[in-house]
């Protein structure tokens, strides 16, 4: 993230998912997400007013109101990811490809 400056690097979370990049910012309490389909496209900052990144799983949970009742639910992506199938799938499916062209 050449966007970034060391400073606001160290002082941002970041968290990948398997389709966006999130950054989230603890101090001003906001957020963005960097989508990885398209480099230059990001989200505005927006608000929220806590982050819960499970411990036990991959997932993580926004939430955007003190209430509650606004969140939004992802999961990080991993290299063995269970949610997009992560690089096996790929590996597999390029071998997949290579014996296909053979025949
Ligand atoms: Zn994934």
Redesign the pocket.
Known sequence: MDVLSDKEQERFLVLE??HSTWFFDPVEQKFCRLMKDSKSVATEWLHYDKLVVHEDSDAFVVFLDASGTKLLRS?R??DH?E????NATAEISLEDLRKVMQL
Do not use: A, M, R, V
């Not at 949610?83 to 992560?86: A, H, S």
């Open positions: 998912s398997c999961w992506h991993t990811c949610q997009c199938g992560g």
